[in-house]
């Protein structure tokens, strides 16, 4: 009997590991979004985000880039904000962090992050971090200069 599941559970996990279904990457690693408006239209019910983004320090010394942020659940619940930059305040310049508070549809379970970077000066952002009231704590690992006029981040909702 031990033998038998031993034997049943070497052949699921290899199943797991070498099913061609599924491809993981592990730390996951941003992508360019092709196609992507983000909703404008803010829900009745608002909630508190803060959302802490650290500029590497291996990014140009500051940027006047647009830089737009948006992040939700896999219920369709959205925060947009169309510009967080403000180049006259010193955001975003190398080996910074930018705390920003933010209301917005209340999100469960937050799993996805875009941003978008509109400009030529260039920025690399390390990782941006949200927490708010009904959702937990996500990191997002960026370390890596963004790609200008398209919106580039992750999406590990299921489904």
Not at 104 to 130: N, T
Not at 135 to 155: A, Q, R, S
Request: net charge positive; aromatic share 18%.
């Amino acid at each position: 009997m031990v033998k038998l599941l031993s034997y049943l559970l070497i052949f699921v996990f290899f199943s797991i590991i070498f099913s061609p279904a599924r491809s993981f990457s592990f730390p996951p690693q941003p992508h360019v979004l092709k196609s992507f408006n983000p909703k404008i239209i803010q829900a009745a019910k608002s909630c508190p985000y803060t959302v802490t983004i650290k500029t590497s320090c291996s990014s140009s010394s500051y940027t006047r880039d647009k830089i737009s942020l948006a992040f939700g659940d896999s219920y369709g619940n959205e925060v947009y904000v169309k510009r967080l930059d403000d180049p006259s305040s010193g955001t975003f310049e190398r080996c910074s962090t930018d705390t920003f508070q933010i209301n917005g549809p209340c999100a469960y379970d937050i799993c996805y992050l875009y941003l978008l970077r509109s400009g030529s000066d260039g920025w690399k952002p390390e990782s941006v971090k949200i927490y708010g009231r009904y959702t937990k704590t996500v990191n997002f690992y960026y370390n890596t200069f963004l790609p200008n006029g398209v919106w580039y981040g992750f999406n590990l909702c299921s489904g």
